[in-house]
């Protein structure tokens, strides 16, 4: 008990709350680490410091809009390219997206002839959902050609003003636009890159799909609510 | 999904976690940062403190990631208000928590029956009450000895099981 006493006289719940100037956070935590009583006291502090969060505010789980988990997916990308593709991401594509790019593989294969791809070369790049609602991208990456296709089904229809656009992610973070491009009546599309995108020294690493009104955006970076996905280059 | 899950997954780099993490902790992170600064900086707040554990997560989170994210929103938020520097800027100033949190907690944001831990707080003296939200919210920090029996008072609340876990 005197123990217990003693150790509640120390700054620690202070500690655990962040709110020690430098010199005395540094000397409670030397004492937090050399004493496993006080560690085992504290040890879920953290974790109630938290739940006060939970407890006092009034949280709707529903209120995270869209817009902001697109503009943190998008700068995560950047800042740090995926590593891992979920398989998630493949089975949100609705059923039947598979046959649809069989099929339009071999449709669009005579678009892609003059990129040197063939039909029978196998496709390395990886399908994409691009929404939650089947949109899909693969793209196709000729490495040795510096040669880039990208293809994509299930697209859904836009309004009259807008217009698919794909925008270039350069490795400085700065992202300037490619090509516009239209779907077909099945949902359809194929773009390629220009090679001659790739001839800089600030080097291509990614693509990113949004919708876009011409009309209303003046040329330059892209609005960040209306990015569907980036391609990861690597 | 739980939080040691996300967590490993964000770790090898799997967005498609960090997309679920924001989706189960973003809004309360964006309540936490609102309650600070107000909401025109909270989006930008939130975002930073995604964004440095999926830069680093072993470095800036563990496996109880819902604590860390809602620290690193907390202390960004705290350092924006206090300094008028921007999400961006007070990042840098932003230490990880150096203690890791218990890992057979139950992760605070998906598994306890938030009622019954508001009801929780509400049944701590109210002195206690109050300093704890100060020093959460507003890093105020009232006598030591009081701060420490308020935080003690609060985890026996939390594991004497009158905080159960909701049906999910």
């Known amino acids: 008990m005197t123990s217990r006493t003693t150790r509640s006289e120390q700054p620690l719940a202070a500690f655990f709350l962040g709110l020690l100037p430098p010199q005395e956070h540094d000397e409670v935590e030397r004492l937090v680490r050399s004493d496993p009583a006080i560690r085992r006291r504290c040890a879920a502090w953290p974790t109630a410091a938290a739940a006060i969060t939970c407890a006092t505010l009034v949280v709707d789980t529903n209120q995270v809009e869209a817009r902001l988990e697109q503009r943190l997916i998008q700068r995560a990308r950047i800042e740090r390219p995926p590593a891992v593709h979920s398989h998630r991401a493949l089975r949100v594509a609705r059923r039947g997206a598979l046959g649809v790019l069989l099929v339009g593989l071999v449709s669009i294969a005579a678009f892609f002839g003059y990129l040197a791809f063939r039909p029978d070369e196998p496709i390395s790049g990886r399908a994409i959902a691009l929404t939650d609602d089947g949109a899909t991208g693969v793209l196709l990456p000729k490495y040795e050609d510096r040669l880039f296709a990208l293809i994509f089904w299930g697209l859904p229809q836009l309004s009259v003003s807008e217009t698919w656009q794909l925008w270039l992610v350069r490795e400085s973070g700065a992202i300037e636009p490619g090509p516009r491009f239209e779907r077909d009546a099945e949902g359809r599309a194929a773009v390629s890159i220009n090679p001659n995108a790739l001839e800089s020294d600030d080097e291509l690493i990614g693509f990113v799909v949004s919708r876009d009104v011409p009309a209303g955006r003046p040329d330059g970076t892209p609005t960040s609510d209306d990015i569907l996905y980036q391609f990861s280059r690597q | ?168």
């Open chain 2, 1 to 168: 999904m739980a939080a040691p899950e996300l967590f490993q997954r964000i770790v090898e780099g799997d967005e498609i976690a960090l997309r679920d993490a924001f989706r189960a902790y973003g809004a309360t992170a964006r309540e936490l940062a609102r309650r600070i600064v107000g909401p025109d900086e909270a989006d930008d707040i939130v975002e930073e403190a995604f964004l440095l554990i999926w830069t680093d997560p072993e470095h800036w989170a563990s496996a109880a990631m819902e604590v860390h994210i809602l620290r690193l929103v907390r202390d960004i938020a705290l350092a924006v208000r206090r300094r008028g520097i921007t999400p961006a800027v007070a990042v840098d100033e932003v230490q990880p928590f150096p203690i890791g949190p218990v890992p057979g907690l139950p992760d605070v944001v998906h598994d306890l029956d938030h009622e019954a831990l508001q009801r929780a707080v509400l049944r701590l003296p109210l002195d206690r009450g109050r300093h704890l939200e100060d020093a959460w919210f507003d890093a105020i920090r009232h006598d030591d000895e009081s701060l420490n029996k308020a935080m003690d008072a609060l985890v026996e609340n939390i594991n004497s099981g009158r905080i159960v876990r909701s049906d999910r």
